[in-house]
Structure formats: C-alpha cells, structure tokens
C-alpha cells in the first residue's frame, strides 16, 4: 500500500510517496495560487505518470497554505460576532499595548469584525459557570432577523468555557430561523479565559469556515476522482494531523500547517540519525521558516499572533522571514541592496525559470554563481535560462551599485544570508540556547544551498541535509500522528488542588479525546494521552507549561510544582519557591498513533558512482572547480570533503572548502563544518 504526503508552498507544491517497502518517491509541481487543490491534482498524476500506483493509497496527508493565505491577503468573508452584553468592544479594545514601545505611528489592523456587524445578547454566564442571566428564547429568535448579510458567524460568550449552554442556545436558535451560515463557538473552538484571545481566535474561525471547507470538499472530490477513497488527512499548526472532518470545523487550527510539517520531517529524520537537540530551517521560494527542537519535543506556543490577530491555539514556535528563493533584490533610496520580503512566488518566478520573471532573485544569484546548473535545476523539470538570471541582476542591481555581475550576485546571497542568521539567532541565541550544542537540519528547495555556510557563521558543528530535502515537509505528513489538543481553564492556587480534582478533569478530557480518535478510525490500542499543566506565579499575566509523568497524585503536583520553578529559573533567569503557584490551564493531548514509515535506503556502490562531473563555482572572491554528486546515488557510509555540489530534483547543496561530509543509511547528509 502507498502512502503520500501533499504540502503545498507559496512556489512549488511538493509530493512525497512511501511505498510498503520503504521507497521513497519525490515529486514538485508549481502551486497554483489561484486553485490550491491544482497543484495538488497535478502532483498526483505526475506520479502517475512516473508509474507509481496513487490508486493504491491508504493514507494521504495534506498541509495546506489556504488558511494562511486568506489572513495574510486578508481575503476573508463577511462575518459577524455575537457576545454578551458589554463586551461587544473586545476585538477592538484590544490588549492596548504596541509591539514596538517607541513607534508613535503604529496603527494595528482593523478588527476582525467590524462594529456593525458585532451583536450582543443580554446573558451572563458566571466565573463558577453558573447561570448568572438568562438567554431568552425571544432575544435568540430576534437576534437571527438583526444578523447583516455575512457568510459566517462567531459566537463567544462569557465564561462560556466553563459552561457552553447559551452559545450552543445561540447557535441552535440560528439554524432554527433558517441562517444559512457557518457558526464557531469560543467553548469549542478555544475554551480558555482571555476574553480577548479567546474572541479573536473564535472570529478567525468562524472567517476561515467557508473558504477551508468549500476547499477540502473540492479537493476530497478531486482525490476521490483519482482513485484515493481511503481517509485522508491534515496538518495541523501543533505538528499533529487531525481528520478533514475536524478541520472543516476548526480551520484556525490549520494557519501555520505547512511550516509545522517541515518542522515534523526534521524531526523524524534528525532523531533517526541520532540528534534530538535541532534548529530547523525551511526555506523555499518565499520566505525562510526556523524553529527550535529540545531534546526531542518541539517548542509549542499558545501565545501568537498572525497579521495583528492574536491566536491562542497551540502551535509549533516557528520564526518567519521574508528570504526564499524568489526573494526579489532592491535597492533602497538609501543606496543600500536589501532582499525580499516580496518575492516572485511561482508566477512569475525567478528570471533563469524563463516563465516571464525580470526582477533580480536569489536563486538567478544562485545561478549566476554556477551553484544551479542549467542541465540540472532546482524543480526537476524547469529550465533554467542562464543569461536572463545575469541580465535579471546587471540591470536591477550591478548597473545601480556600479558593480561586476558576479559581485552583485555574491551581495545578495550575502545579504540573504544576514537575514537568516539573524532569524536563526531569534529561535536560539535569544532564547537563551547556545547554537553550538544544535545540528542545522536544512531543507526546502533553497535551504540546503544556504545553510551550510550558515553553520559556519553560527559555529553550529554539524548541518543535516536529508536526501528529499526540496520535499521535507511532504514527509513529515507522513511521519507525524493524528493529534487532538484540549483544555480546562481552573485558575486557582496550586494548594488548593487535589489530585482527585485533577484525575477528574484529565478523565473528562481523555473520554473527548478518546471519542474524536474512535470517529477518525483510530483504534483504543494505538490511542496516547500526555498530561500538562499550565503554571505561573500569582500575579502573573502569563503561565509556563509543564507536563505531568505518570497518573495524578501528590507526589505528580509536588513534582510539577518543583519543574516549574526549575523552568521558570530556565526560561527567565530567577525563580522564587517560596511564592504561590497558581494552576492556569489543564491540557491534554489526545494521540492516535500511525504506523511508522521506514525510509532507509539500499543504494550501492561507491561515492566515485555519484559523480556527475566537474563545474566552476564562486566561493567569495575565488571560483573552485568542485566535484559534482547526484545526492541519490551516494551510498550510505560515503564520504567526502568540500568544496563540492549535492544535486537532486527538489534541492541543491553546496558544501564549502574546509568542510566534510558523510552520509548515513537514510540518505541524509551529515555536514561537518569545522567550527565548535
């Protein structure tokens, strides 16, 4: 049986294949902005065509940039809010900070919703959730007449995470008068208190519904056309996969899908060549993605933001930058050359992909450099027109410097580069890890010919390049476990809880947990559950997650209680165990195991078998003539020095002098750069 892995990318849309024997298939296709699930099809028949059975599947996993597209572009439908009386203002009140202290000017996106389209019900639900007011059945039956002309409608409530029973009231009373439109709760779509979060995260929701769900129905048609019947399903922000079922319910939870993928396959890999302690870099045609992996786990945040909209499902800590490959170059009316944030995308693309591109890019740089071949480029399949890469960067950046076309294009990988080390240093050194005691795990269709000089400026000792680095996120689809997150607000001191309390809670959560896996298929044997704790300090605006070992007790709270003060001590630099301890949140994850792939290669023969020739490339101010290696072909145990190039289909990695490689029984590259 086969099993796919689909991630679509602001460029390329990339298609990962794992047959019952472990062979392991890539394929990259142009996305196709204006119809995602194109990219998708097109990706599926060329595998077709490459005589693999898709018929076959048992799986496929999808990640999507649909929701992420939608905030970003803010291209997102009319949509109304209904709230308790008082609180129709939250979305715009705010937090009422600035992210930047000194910056007078700054003006924060408009709300979510608009005031005339925020309505509000005379109910109150208390902190105990309790009913403190009534929802009438009138005011219901008049709310549905007061709704505006909108295509989706977010319902939240006060202290509906404590009891849902007026918004679902709300929510029946809506269907009941016939309003054809989709509905998010706040007790479902995030029951926490933060009035503020909580509303926001439910707007989005709600926003999303009809785009994600017109999107997945089509696409589930358009799979099922090709012979894929068996359930698929979709990445979520936190790494784990939930069924299409789910997110057409819950399509925020779906806004940092792809990156989360990535993050997973390096993961998978990484641990496979036995490195738990990571930093990824994802890096593909139109922004660079970064995150920080310890000890194994992912860091995890519920506390981010998307466009000025602050979300608080949980979600992989990932750092974004503007620096792909379609990066476009600039001058600056300072004279200064910048890279990006906008980016040529997959239309047109880079000047050397000949599809009508002009403006200067990284990649016509890598090409300029002799690091892309025109006989074998980046994509498999494109062409790559040497001369328009070169006429690209004379015009847009040598002629307005003064400068040699070589030495334009070495600026812009410079300055390519700077950005990335600065994003790389937001995930690690400001977070107060030392980058040394990391490997670099590079992938996307730019990021391998990036991060081994990367390596050496961080003195990060080793950098890891999987062998379907272009695809990597494709196969984290595949690597990764269908995954459901709940939560229980409690806010009171930690002393005041008892064990009892909390095995009662974490039961109430794991019986949800426990029913969503049945309805995804997943059976009690392969069904996880780990524990957690958010923590704080009383007083204290924000909390510390800690995850509690073992069944719930004494001696787990006393436990807990002495981890959070070592990661507060971490996190911040003090702690203080004397001062009370205040339990914010219960969570649980609720984790429906998928068999294991198994991606170990059986390529034969000798490192001299993957040579491809010889090829002049500028390091600096030298071009070396470097040895040439088809990244399939190497064998596992090989080894060599640089300076060399890695090429494959989906990426190209360039290897500089001074450092060494190996290659292990998956086929990943394990680049050792000299510096400790």
Do not use: C
Request: charged residues 25%.
């Amino acid at each position: 049986m086969t099993r796919i892995g689909v991630d679509i990318g602001g460029t390329f849309t990339d298609v990962v294949i794992v047959d019952d024997e472990g062979r392991l298939r890539g394929v990259k296709t142009p996305s196709t902005p204006e119809q995602p699930d194109d990219g998708v099809v097109d990706g599926l028949e060329q595998a077709r065509d490459d005589g693999i059975d898709v018929a076959d599947t048992e799986f496929l996993g999808h990640g999507t940039t649909v929701a992420t597209n939608a905030v970003l572009e803010d291209d997102l439908p009319p949509t109304a809010l209904v709230t308790t009386d008082g609180f129709r203002d939250v979305l715009e009140i705010g937090r009422q900070d600035r992210p930047d202290l000194y910056d007078l000017d700054f003006e924060r996106p408009p709300p979510l919703v608009p005031r005339d389209h925020r309505l509000t019900v005379s109910e109150r639900i208390g902190p105990d959730g309790n009913v403190v007011e009534p929802l009438r059945e009138s005011e219901v039956a008049e709310l549905a007449d007061r709704l505006p002309d909108v295509d989706a409608v977010a319902v939240s409530t006060l202290f509906a995470f404590r009891n849902p029973v007026h918004e679902r009231a709300i929510r029946e009373g809506l269907r009941e008068h016939g309003d054809d439109v989709a509905i998010a709760l706040s007790s479902a779509v995030l029951p926490e208190f933060r009035e503020y979060e909580r509303t926001s995260t439910t707007a989005l929701n709600a926003a999303l519904k009809p785009r994600l769900d017109a999107y997945l129905g089509r696409l589930s048609d358009r799979t099922r056309a090709t012979g894929i019947d068996e359930q698929w399903a979709v990445m979520q922000s936190h790494g784990g996969l939930m069924s299409v079922r789910t997110a057409r319910e819950k399509p925020v939870n779906t806004v940092l899908s792809g990156p989360a993928a990535g993050v997973q396959g390096a993961q998978y890999l990484a641990d496979e060549a036995g490195y738990e302690d990571i930093i990824t870099m994802d890096m593909g045609g139109t922004s660079t993605d970064v995150s920080l992996v310890d000890g194994g786990e992912p860091s995890l945040s519920t506390d981010w933001e998307i466009a000025g909209h602050p979300l608080g499902v949980p979600t992989i800590d990932i750092h974004t930058i503007g620096a792909g490959g379609g990066s476009i170059a600039w001058i600056d009316a300072g004279g200064a050359l910048r890279v990006g944030p906008r980016s040529a995308g997959a239309d047109p693309g880079p000047a050397a992909y000949g599809r009508g591109g002009t403006q200067p890019t990284v990649t016509d740089a890598h090409v300029v450099l002799g690091r892309i071949h025109p006989e074998y480029p980046l994509g498999g399949d494109l062409s790559v027109d040497v001369d328009a890469a070169r006429e690209a960067i004379e015009r847009g950046i040598a002629d307005e410097l003064g400068q040699s076309v070589r030495d334009a294009a070495q600026g812009i990988l410079e300055v390519a580069r700077a950005n990335m080390e600065r994003a790389l240093r937001v995930v690690s050194v400001e977070q107060g890890y030392d980058p040394r005691s990391f490997a670099l795990v590079a992938f996307g269709g730019a990021g391998p010919l990036h991060a081994p000089r990367l390596g050496e400026e961080l003195s990060i000792p080793t950098v890891l390049v999987p062998r379907l680095a272009g695809v990597l996120s494709g196969l984290g689809l595949l690597a990764s476990d269908l995954e459901h997150a709940y939560v229980t607000s409690v806010v009171e001191p930690l002393t005041d809880v008892t064990a009892d309390e909390l095995r009662d809670w974490f039961a109430k959560l794991a019986a949800e947990g426990t029913e969503t896996l049945a309805a995804d298929g997943i059976d009690e044997a392969s069904m996880r559950f780990e524990r957690s704790l958010d923590l704080r300090y009383a007083g204290q605006s924000y909390s510390l997650n800690v995850p509690i070992e073992g069944d719930p007790s004494e001696e787990t709270l006393a436990a807990a209680t002495d981890r959070f003060h070592a990661e507060h001590e971490a996190h911040y630099g003090h702690a203080n165990p004397d001062e009370r301890v205040e339990l914010v949140n219960v969570r649980l994850r609720a984790i429906g195991e998928i068999p294991s792939i198994d991606v170990r290669t059986s390529v034969e023969g000798t490192v001299r078998d993957a040579v491809l020739g010889e090829r002049p490339v500028q390091f600096g101010d030298e071009k070396r003539e470097v040895t040439v290696y088809e990244h399939g072909h190497l064998p596992s145990g090989g080894e060599f020095d640089g300076p060399a190039v890695v090429q494959a289909a989906e990426s190209t990695t360039v290897v500089h002098p001074g450092q060494s490689v190996s290659v292990d029984d998956r086929g990943t590259l394990v680049i050792t750069t000299g510096k400790t």
